[in-house]
Every structure is written in structure tokens, then in C-alpha cells.
């Protein structure tokens, strides 16, 4: 275990240092000044001297891997540089930005795990009935809504016209409602399809038709022998999704307002705030690696069958 997890995060290096050398040569090729920018996002009005000494002071005419080496360098260090746009360190906005993105996660991910479950097993014991049509009809739906209509409909129905929630900003728990609810339908249907398929494939198990013959209740079946089984690759699809919410749901934050990474991020690209950017793309990689090295370390330790690859 401990060589698979050196293994692991010698790949991280590798993952990172290849992201952030293809991030900064696609923001360096991009097509305007992040000067004029930032001094038109204060509301100073760019002339071309003001614009050329704001480029010497933020070395931005120095050569490409001159500019990727001196900031590889402070990133080592722990220092992202400085944002653009709010000047201040990378880092600083970051963290500021992380509460209201882990709230909004935590909030969607607790939702699709209290129904999610319990419509897949519903679905998978009432197989081909009338309620397991409706989930599965509920669960084609929620694939078919783009995001970001669904969010304009929920902000219609329960922000306009009933008045009942918030729709923008972080004014509190319940501006959570909307943004959660939005985030977390699609994934509600798709993993009470995903959830039906597995327990319906672990039903014509050996293990399952032994305890029938047996007597063994139904409940008790699916609870306790097949429900277990089942997680590993719930759980693995878990940490995928639970990666891409913590990286920020750009268009679900940025169409309710919600101050989370998403929102930064969408912001640091207008502005071309390419410190910013950065900082976020180093956090998605992380995020995603440490995620998906915790979920197989989770199932090898739940299974022992599954097998780490070691070889280093």
C-alpha cells in the first residue's frame, strides 16, 4: 500500500507539472492584453504608456519560458503569485472562495445520496412495475435538463413567482436551496439509474439466490449482503463527481451568483487573470488525483480482492 501510494504522488508531479505548462502556453497564445484588462476592470482608462508600464510590472513581456520558470519556481515555494484582478495572493482568494464551494458540494452530494439510494432500490425491487417506469421516466428527465435551464426554471418557479427562495448570492443556508437542488437533480438520476443496474446485476449472484432458497427475507437480502457489495462502484462515481463539484460548478455558480471557485474561474478567464487561473487549474488536479487515489485506497481496503497496481 505505501508503494502505491508513493507511486501516486510521484504521478501528481507529473500530472501537474504537465497541466500547468499546457495552461500557461494556451493563456500565453490567448488573444488579449490582461493589462488593459485589469486597468479597465478598476475603472481606469487605458492609454497605451499606462498599459506598457503595468506589462514591465507584471513581467509580462518577458519571454514564455522565462515567465513558466519564474513562476514554477515561486510555486514551489507556496507562493501562486498575485491575482490581476483583486491584487491579492493567489492563495488568499482561493481560500476565500472554498467555504461557499464546499457548502454548495456538501449540500448537493448529501442530496443525491438521500434519494438517489433510496430511488434506485425502489426501482431494482419493483422491477419493470409502475413505480420503477416513474423513477426511470423521473431519472430520463433529469439527464435531458441542461443545467443551466433547469437552474433558470427552479429560479422561475420558486424565486419569481412563488417567492419562496433566494436566487442569487449567499445570504444564508436556504440561498444554498436553489444551486443545490440544481446540482444535484441531474446526479440524482443518474445515479438512481446507475444504482438499479448494479443491484440488479448483483441479484443473479450465487450469494443471492443461496440466502432465498434459505428463507432469508428480502429486506435483509438487499440491506445487508447486496446493497454492500454494490457501493464500489457507487462510490468510485462518487469521487469522480465529488472532484468536479469541489472544482466549481461554473455555470450553476455563475447563474446564481454563488461566490464559489466556479465563479472565480469563469471571472479569472474574462479578465485574464492568468495567476488565478492557474492557482484554480493547480486545485482541480489536486482535487481530482487526491480523490481518486482515496477511493481506490477505500476499495482495496473494502475488498482486498482488487488488486493495486505496485510496480514502480
Not at 492584453?33 to 513581456?61: C, H, I, K, W, Y
Not at 434506485?120 to 409502475?130: D, E, I, K
Amino acid at each position: 500500500m505505501s508503494r502505491y501510494i508513493v507511486k501516486r504522488l510521484l504521478q501528481l508531479v507529473v500530472v501537474l507539472f504537465g497541466i500547468t505548462f499546457l495552461t500557461f502556453l494556451l493563456t500565453y497564445l490567448s488573444p488579449g492584453d490582461p493589462a488593459r484588462l485589469m486597468l479597465m476592470s478598476t475603472g481606469v482608462t487605458p492609454s497605451d504608456e499606462l498599459v506598457r508600464q503595468v506589462r514591465s510590472e507584471l513581467g509580462l513581456n518577458e519571454p514564455f519560458f522565462y515567465r513558466y520558470g519564474t513562476w514554477l519556481g515561486q510555486v514551489v515555494t507556496g507562493d501562486f503569485g498575485t491575482s490581476y484582478k483583486y491584487n491579492r495572493p493567489v492563495l488568499d482568494v482561493l481560500m476565500a472562495r472554498l467555504p461557499a464551494t464546499l457548502w454548495l458540494t456538501g449540500s448537493a452530494m448529501l442530496l443525491v445520496i438521500l434519494v438517489s439510494f433510496p430511488l434506485g432500490m425502489l426501482s431494482a425491487v419493483y422491477r419493470n412495475q409502475w413505480l420503477d417506469h416513474v423513477i426511470r421516466l423521473f431519472s430520463f428527465a433529469g439527464l435531458s435538463m441542461p443545467s443551466f435551464w433547469l437552474g433558470m426554471l427552479l429560479m422561475l418557479v420558486f424565486g419569481v413567482q412563488l417567492k419562496l427562495l433566494p436566487v442569487m448570492g449567499n445570504s444564508g443556508w436556504y440561498s444554498l436551496i436553489l444551486p443545490a437542488c440544481t446540482l444535484a437533480i441531474p446526479l440524482v438520476a443518474q445515479y438512481s439509474r446507475q444504482i438499479r443496474a448494479i443491484l440488479l446485476e448483483e441479484t443473479s449472484q450465487n450469494y443471492v439466490i443461496g440466502a432465498r432458497s434459505r428463507g432469508v427475507k428480502e429486506s435483509i437480502i438487499i440491506l445487508r449482503h447486496i446493497l454492500p457489495n454494490a457501493l464500489l462502484p457507487i462510490v468510485t462515481l462518487m469521487g469522480m463527481t465529488t472532484g468536479a463539484l469541489l472544482g466549481g460548478a461554473a455555470i450553476v455558480e455563475s447563474l446564481f451568483v454563488w461566490p464559489g471557485v466556479g465563479q472565480m474561474a469563469v471571472d479569472a478567464i474574462f479578465t485574464r487573470d492568468y495567476p488565478l487561473i492557474q492557482g484554480y487549474v493547480i486545485w482541480m488536479a489536486i482535487i481530482y488525483v487526491t480523490l481518486n487515489l482515496l477511493v481506490d485506497i477505500w476499495t482495496h481496503l473494502r475488498d482486498p480482492r482488487i488488486r493495486l497496481d505496485v510496480d514502480i
